[in-house]
């Protein structure tokens, strides 16, 4: 069912000269959902996401929001806000009068300003620091700040261009979490832009995985991730194998493969690595035809008749577990 605040891309194009950067995608992002855009660098995720926040003119095609089309407004008149990668927060302005800073440039009086100013900082849990100068904050702090200041605009869609890429991993774990349960509160569409896989499948309601230019799958986060269509997708989310069999090119998950005796199973080889992972153990073999194909294997199985390099396996998985790809 449509909504008014579907934000839907019709052919939308972005070329810098002789390069196509966003090649014609076509796709509708539901009205409250958490969506990652996610690919490898270069395949136009940003170009993306700048023409929806304003930041970047489209080439050809629409941007249509509630069905008005907002891909020729000014960035401030679309009911977009986007969140830089570097949080691009004033140095010189304090917490309170960052977040209020667009409101300033509104002419909201500066009561009204710093009353709304405090509210966003409420939100993101940051009032006690709310006179405080940029560089006076941790990077998650900053992050905090960078949010209000987006929402202060009330947008029907925020737009998040590589979020926690700048924080360390153990904070970048946290904040991810914290980025759900805002997006879940506040009810509105955020768009997520991300080369880490597990970034958006710890996200997103829903996946478009990008690449070359176009959107090569899109659909709720499990869906790709269980049956991804290419080959690209498999290997781009991880934890699959992409094996040729006479049938075609098929993916199935590392932890859908099986060990089983040479000779019985679908696939035999011998061993090449043995990986301790602590819950698991990864094993890869090498298989007709010089393919790699990685078994992950719970530590109590492994363990229970381990293996070595050298050692002929086979593996085996259940016929549902294998889906084959698109060329
Ligand atoms: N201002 C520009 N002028 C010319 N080419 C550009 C410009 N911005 C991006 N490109 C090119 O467009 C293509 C897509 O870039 P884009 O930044 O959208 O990719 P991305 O997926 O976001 O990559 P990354 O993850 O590295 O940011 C790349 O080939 C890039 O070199």
């Not at 958490?34 to 270069?42: E, N």
């Not at 090449?272 to 010089?290: M, N, P, R, S, W």
């Amino acid at each position: 069912m449509r909504s008014d605040l579907d934000l839907e891309l019709v052919s939308l194009t972005k070329r810098y000269g002789d390069t196509t950067a966003v090649d014609a995608i076509n796709h509708l992002f539901h009205a409250g959902t958490y969506a990652c855009l996610l690919g490898p660098s270069g395949c136009g995720k940003s170009s993306t996401l700048r023409m929806l926040a304003g930041h970047e003119t489209v080439s050809d095609g629409n941007v249509l929001l509630g069905g008005r089309d907002i891909g020729r407004l000014p960035p401030a008149k679309r009911g977009t806000a986007m969140m830089f990668q570097s949080y691009a927060l004033f140095p010189h302005l304090n917490v309170t009068e960052n977040v209020g800073f667009s409101l300033k440039m509104k002419g909201t009086d500066p009561d009204k300003r710093r009353k709304a100013a405090m509210e966003m900082l409420e939100l993101v849990d940051m009032t006690h620091l709310a006179d405080r100068l940029p560089d006076q904050l941790s990077g998650g702090q900053q992050q905090r700040v960078a949010l209000a200041r987006a929402l202060i605009t009330r947008p029907q869609v925020l737009l998040l261009d590589e979020p926690l890429s700048a924080l360390d991993p153990f904070l970048r774990v946290r904040m991810r979490s914290e980025l759900r349960k805002l997006q879940k509160e506040l009810g509105i569409s955020f768009i997520h832009v991300t080369h880490g896989q597990d970034e958006a499948l710890a996200l997103a309601d829903e996946i478009v995985v990008m690449n070359n230019a176009v959107i090569e799958q899109a659909g709720p986060t499990r869906d790709v991730f269980d049956r991804p269509a290419t080959a690209f997708v498999a290997q781009f989310l991880g934890s699959h194998n992409v094996i040729s069999l006479a049938e075609g090119k098929v993916a199935v998950r590392s932890d859908e493969l099986r060990l089983a005796t040479p000779g019985a199973a679908k696939l035999e080889g011998r061993i090449i690595t043995v990986e301790y992972q602590g819950t698991h153990v990864a094993l890869t073999a090498k298989v007709a035809g010089d393919q790699e194909v990685t078994a992950l294997l719970t530590d109590k199985d492994f363990f229970g008749a381990p293996k070595d390099v050298g050692e002929a396996v086979g593996l085996d998985w259940d016929g549902t577990a294998a889906h084959p790809l698109r060329a």
